[in-house]
């Protein structure tokens, strides 16, 4: 059926604004997966030239309008170019910084012009090959927490938070320091192609946050509340992609002035009861667990999305998607099972 995208569906349910048309939503898609979809293996492009850059973009781009997106995902994170980082997503050891040496040594100042330099090509080509009525959602990824794990390791900073009170605090203002010259350069320079701005920081697990509330309240909200500002100053809605049991801090979270909040697990509570929670007050992204898209059968699949969107529906803005993303393991038929079913429910896919 003819599907013609308009951002402004996701953007009404970031403002927890009920949508015309139900919004699909993913925080990251695979490129590997997109080409074993659509049959076209582009993802090597990405780390070519100028011109490889712009034909991976047309690719990227072309395969969530053709598939019944209104945004396209993209962001590039603050921890890719990190001097010596690592210790957060690929366990480097030792991390960079363990003492107040290290910390003191550390080249911050040099992270802005890096990040620019690596990631300016990306956005521009990215503005370039956004199609009629889409814009991206996404930005700078990585928050503080990410940032600071990335550069000290998780069990690390437990330790230097006993150890050294005062340097636990400096990591954190640093890393929220550095986050905020970046937001605003990346605003004026790129902001007009995101419709809805985010950056993803995995505050909890499946039981409860990785740190104290006391913590988070004390070193990681504060340095979220500027970055959010900027965002709101622009003119655009903020979203927060958070894993994990968090629920001790959503209070805090929707104070700091989150517009919406992504991430959700069955196992720790099923979509609708973020919805029943918080769907007064924020946009709530997400709806179905991404063990449910790997496992589930067509027709399984399509009993659970209905309950949810019933469920959800009347009870403020929300954007349907995965629970998390879709990295490689997920099944290609699993994911368009996924998005087929909710076209079907909304109208604009016929089988």
């Not at 340095?223 to 500002?229: A, E, L, S």
Request: charged residues 25%; glycine residues 10%.
């Amino acid at each position: 059926m003819n599907f013609q995208p308009d951002y402004r569906h996701i953007v009404d349910a970031a403002y927890n604004r009920e949508a015309a048309r139900l919004p699909l939503y993913e925080h990251i898609v695979s490129a590997d997966k997109i080409g074993e979809i659509t049959g076209r293996d582009f993802s090597a492009l990405y780390d070519g030239s100028e011109a490889d850059i712009r034909e991976y973009f047309h690719h990227y781009c072309r395969f969530f309008r053709d598939y019944g997106y209104d945004v396209i995902p993209f962001e590039c994170c603050i921890g890719q170019v990190l001097p010596g980082g690592g210790a957060l997503g690929n366990c480097r050891i030792p991390p960079a910084i363990r003492t107040r040496a290290d910390f003191d040594a550390y080249p911050w100042e040099d992270i802005p012009a890096l990040y620019f330099k690596n990631n300016s090509r990306y956005f521009k080509a990215l503005a370039q090959a956004m199609p009629e009525g889409m814009k991206a959602v996404g930005g700078v990824g990585n928050g503080v927490f990410e940032i600071v794990q990335d550069l000290t390791g998780y069990q690390n900073l437990c330790y230097i938070s006993a150890d050294d009170e005062e340097l636990y605090a400096q990591l954190f203002q640093k890393a929220g320091q550095v986050s905020r010259l970046i937001w605003a350069r990346f605003l004026e320079e790129f902001g007009d192609a995101f419709c809805l701005l985010r950056f993803g920081d995995d505050l909890g697990y499946k039981s409860n946050t990785l740190l104290s509330g006391e913590d988070i309240r004390t070193h990681i909200l504060p340095q979220y509340r500027p970055v959010i500002q900027q965002v709101h100053a622009k003119g655009k809605p903020f979203l927060l992609h958070s894993c994990g049991c968090i629920f001790s801090v959503m209070e805090d979270l929707i104070a700091c002035g989150i517009n919406a909040k992504h991430s959700n697990e069955d196992q720790i509570a099923p979509f609708p009861y973020w919805v029943e929670s918080y769907g007064d007050r924020i946009g709530n992204f997400g709806g179905i667990d991404l063990d449910v898209v790997c496992s589930a059968s067509r027709e399984e699949m399509k009993e659970y999305i209905g309950d949810v969107i019933r469920v959800c529906s009347g009870h403020g803005g929300f954007a349907f998607g995965s629970g998390n993303s879709i990295p490689d393991y997920v099944p290609a038929e699993g994911y368009i099972n996924m998005i087929e079913i909710v076209r079907e429910i909304r109208g604009d896919y016929r089988p």
